[in-house]
């Protein structure tokens, strides 16, 4: 299989601890994107890489939100001291710039935190 | 500003045509997303319009007018697995995605 991986599937946590995700982009794919969904809304844009260079940042993230993507390959996001408000479906999503499917995001399967 | 408008509940029958519409308004323009979403899954990819008219691909259509900042995705033949949501999805300096059309399809 050689779509997007997200790990772990599924998170609980008790609320001030922190969690960190990791996403597996398609190989090829340069774009990388990071989601936030909760119950009937769409997902919601966090942040996005080209490579390794975070490009953008939604202003709604808190302090507390942090993605890295160190070799422009994987990318993980930790959130710091979660809040029971943080618990949603966490999206991953990687493009390409060329070719003919270039800026279609393709998903992983998504990380679904539950913050107690 | 930013605004995707889309019905949030649409129900069909399997085997007839339903068409969701979307109309957005949006900070500058690249082309517009369809997406389906199973509940509790990723969305997956349905087509991309990046110039006004209508894209067919197999039972999935979707059209768009750039000048009336509006798109529809028609489904025909309905199949009780269509059953999702549909997300609108505009691209202005990034994708924007709407709440989405739940579809129900009844027997």
Known sequence: ?116 | GQNIDQPTEMTATEGAIVQINCTYQTSGFNGLFWYQQHAGEAPTFLSYNVLDGLEEKGRFSSFLSRSKGYSYLLLKELQMKDSASYLCAPRASKIIFGSGTRLSIRP
């Not at chain 1, 070799?71 to 390409?96: H, N, P, V, W």
Request: hydrophobic content about 25%; overall charge positive.
């Open chain 1, 1 to 116: 299989d050689t779509g997007v991986s997200q790990d772990p599937r599924h998170k609980i946590t008790k609320r001030g601890q922190n969690v960190t995700f990791r996403c597996d982009p398609i190989s090829e794919h340069n774009r990388l994107y990071w989601y936030r969904q909760t119950l009937g809304q769409g997902p919601e844009f966090l942040t996005y890489f080209q490579n390794e260079a975070q490009l953008e940042k939604s202003r709604l993230l808190s302090d507390r939100f942090s993605a890295e993507r160190p070799k422009g390959s994987f990318s993980t996001l930790e959130i710091q001291r979660t809040e029971q408000g943080d618990s949603a479906m966490y999206l991953c999503a990687s493009s390409t710039d060329r070719g003919y499917t270039r800026d279609t995001q393709y998903f992983g399967p998504g990380t679904r935190l539950t913050v107690l």
